[in-house]
């Protein structure tokens, strides 16, 4: 009799009989709904799953998953492959260099993994709708960035449907699993849309991104990191215009950066500038250490086993991880803020009458209770990069107060930014809608004055 082929029933299941074994059996921990006789094995093969990020954490979530038994993964990543990803990214290899990193971390799996079907996606998040993220039964996050945490959050989000009673319909819910890690640090959690915490309700555990004033790098510089700014956000804009961003995964503009943050430290005397400090600087590099990665990567590979098939009841809801000095771990539920951002209804604003619109949109930016994206200094046009727009319901039609893009409609009502609230027609307990780029949808406000005093 003729071997099996590599994809057939049999080898599938001789290759993860573990996980099968685990499956067609019942145990204490499972959920109420569990039925070791469901065939649970076909979900795992046919169960579409999205990995948001193919780097450290990424690769060793595809790894874990592949193992697993899911065999229909898709991936979505817009970075390529750096030298220096190398020592922790191991589906990568030096000939890779240069290379998409959700289409070689597919077609590694795919290769050593022949049951499993990787799906690649070379894009940014934002170059995808609703309809994308829809067709996707669970999303696995593996991100070293904030925003794009919060933009696939508030995604999901929008996604939920509620019937009549204000409850979510659980066939709209898509669950995240997310994961982080920071050096010996790292946390995995569980969000299910419109029912539990999501990122915007642990806005607060997150720490601010590190930004410097431009007094500072730009006169008073004492860092290797403010020569580095300079030369990011002052003489690249200067010497090569709108026309060449700066791209922090091309190694000439990172040498380039390099160069001239060099140039700047020698000047005032500041020593420590290096390529691999600049690289961190440029792309706000997280450290990473791989075992971290290895850790918190299995850590949401279980509990993405766990919603696909309630075999075991998920985690409820956030676990920190620690080995900085010995290993310390903690599991405990984190609760959804009232007046989220996200899932919550319309969040109340303190402000005032007089209060103008560029202060309102300083409020949101600078607050932890907001920490929308900063405006910051253009110098190739000197002035002020604001990304929000803002409309409102002003005496029964809807007003646009302010919109940064596109360049026509930002000339028309960039005359409102010095304009106070009370001038724009903004009373206590209007809605304000909020466009900011780290969510697909607009943000509900609502204007709260202040008593005067």
């Not at 579409?48 to 595809?62: K, N, T």
């Not at 659980?170 to 029912?195: H, M, Q, S």
């Amino acid at each position: 009799m003729a071997a099996p082929s590599s994809g057939s029933a049999s080898t599938r299941e001789d290759r993860h009989k573990h996980v099968l074994r685990m499956l067609q059996r019942p145990g204490p921990f499972a959920g109420g709904e569990f039925d070791q006789s469901f065939p649970y094995f076909a979900i795992l093969e046919q169960a579409p799953i999205l990995v948001v990020g193919a780097g450290g954490l990424g690769c060793e979530l595809l790894k874990d998953l592949a193992l697993l038994g899911f065999g229909n993964i898709h991936v979505i990543d817009m970075d390529t492959i750096d030298l220096s990803n190398l020592n922790r990214q191991f589906l990568f290899r030096p000939d890779d260099v240069g290379k998409d990193k959700a289409g070689i971390a597919a077609a590694f799996i795919n290769k050593r993994i022949p049951d499993t079907k990787v799906t690649p996606h070379f894009k940014k998040i934002q170059d995808y709708g609703p309809d994308f993220y829809s067709q996707f039964a669970i999303i696995v996050c593996g991100l070293d960035s904030i925003p794009a945490r919060r933009w696939i959050n508030n995604m999901l989000i929008s996604l939920v449907e509620y019937d009549a009673d204000g409850n979510a319909k659980p066939e709209t819910i898509k669950p995240l699993i997310d994961g982080g890690t920071e050096g010996f640090k790292g946390n995995a959690r569980v969000i299910l849309p419109g029912k539990s915490a999501c990122v915007e309700c642990s806005l607060d555990l997150y720490p601010p991104q590190v930004t410097f004033p431009m007094c500072t790098i730009a006169e008073r510089p004492r860092l290797p990191e403010h020569c580095i700014e300079y030369a990011k956000v002052i003489l690249w804009p200067r010497e090569h215009g709108d026309d060449t961003p700066l791209d922090g995964d091309d190694p000439e503009h990172i040498k380039w950066i390099y160069d001239r943050a060099t140039e700047r430290g020698e000047q005032f005397g500041i020593s420590g500038v290096t390529y691999r400090l600049t690289q961190g600087v440029v792309k706000n590099i997280i450290p990473a250490v791989a075992s971290t990665n290895a850790v918190i990567a299995a850590a949401c590979a279980n509990e993405t086993l766990k919603v696909a098939t309630g075999c075991c009841t998920p985690m409820n809801n956030y676990m920190v991880f620690n080995d900085t000095e010995g290993l310390y771990s903690y599991t405990f539920e984190y609760a959804r803020k009232p007046y989220c951002l996200a899932c919550g209804p319309a969040k109340p604003v303190s402000c005032s009458p007089s209060t103008t619109l560029t202060e309102f949109i300083d409020i949101l930016s600078t607050d932890p209770e907001f920490r929308l994206k900063q405006p910051s200094d253009n110098p190739a046009t000197n002035q002020k990069e604001i990304y929000q727009g803002l409309t409102a319901m002003v005496n029964g039609k809807s007003k646009t107060l302010f919109m940064g893009n596109p360049e026509v409609i930002r000339r028309a009502t960039e005359h409102n930014l010095e304009k106070s609230l009370q001038e724009l027609g903004i009373t206590a307990g209007t809605t304000i809608n909020v466009t900011d780029p780290t969510s697909p949808r607009p943000f509900k406000l609502i204007a709260q004055f202040e008593p005067s005093t």
